[in-house]
């Protein structure tokens, strides 16, 4: 059960978890039982508690030689998604731009955030009638091109834990609404590389889109172009699809000469 300090809301037990990571994050050596709880001023009870919950999620890792604790592999992770995060983001950007360039229309950078595609980087179309990709924007990967073809190229059992729990529900007038559709869709998308969005999440916008994959073939993020539907046709969207899959094949390479091995295998 959480302790809760009435004085400022703050759940004790959650503060003296933090208090924890932080220590052994700037000790850089395991530190003993008595150690941490002579530091932190943790009754040892309560600390064997914490230690106990953050080792079994490895948070933290006990080392039997020295009898310590230290930073374990599920913090490491933690930290290393992040810097690829930004790492990734950091690649996209300058290609972004180019690809505005060349096709005149809003473009995003998605990476998956739960079971929805989020918008981390972004640029907006020149033109007077655009499509305004915000960042941080979230929207269900069935509905938008960005998260479809996230989805269409997860590994299967991400994919199939997602289709049973998803609840399909009719943003506009020709959202897909029913599992049978999406699935056919992503086995096309799958093949060809690209996914659209018909008005599927905003009236009036066509989206095309395309993964950014690691070696591995695992998405990365994937990258979209937001055209109005007065300026889309069958010739506007193959080229713009064009424009994406070399662009994504840039950023690919980018990031993993930027991030090294350790890219190639997520």
């Known amino acids: 059960m959480l302790l809760e300090d009435e004085s400022n809301g703050v759940v004790k037990s959650a503060d003296r978890v933090l208090d924890v990571i932080e220590l052994l994050a700037r000790w850089g050596r395991e530190m003993s039982h008595t150690e941490i709880a002579d530091t932190l001023e943790i009754p040892k009870s ?20 020295t009898k310590g604790y230290r930073l374990g592999e599920a913090l490491i992770r933690l930290s290393e ?87 399909m529900q009719a943003i506009t007038p020709a959202t897909m609404t029913t599992k049978k559709v999406l699935l056919a869709q992503i086995e096309t998308i799958r093949q060809s590389g690209v996914a659209y969005s018909m ?25 979209n172009v937001a055209i109005p539907s007065v300026r889309y046709s069958e010739k506007v969207g193959a080229r713009a699809a064009a424009i994406l899959r070399s662009s994504a094949e840039r950023i690919r390479r980018r990031y993993i000469s930027a991030n090294g091995e350790g890219a190639r295998g997520i």
């Open 46 to 65: 309560s600390l064997t508690k914490l230690l106990k919950n953050l080792t079994a999620r490895g948070f933290v890792e006990f080392v039997p030689l």
């Open 199 to 223: 008005e599927e999440y905003t009236p009036g916008i066509v989206g095309v889109g395309v993964p950014v994959l690691s070696s591995s073939g695992f998405p990365l993020g994937s990258l």
């Open 81 to 167: 998604q992040s810097t690829h995060s930004r790492s990734l983001i950091n690649c996209a950007q300058p290609v972004l731009s180019e690809i505005t360039q060349q096709t005149l229309e809003s473009c995003a950078l998605n990476q998956l955030k739960g079971d929805q595609v989020e918008v981390v980087a972004t640029v907006t179309s020149p033109q007077r009638l655009v499509s305004h990709l915000r960042l941080g924007d979230l929207a269900p990967l069935y509905a938008v091109s960005g998260g479809k073809v996230i989805l269409a190229f997860l590994p299967d059992q991400m994919r199939s834990e997602y289709m049973k729990t998803v609840k």
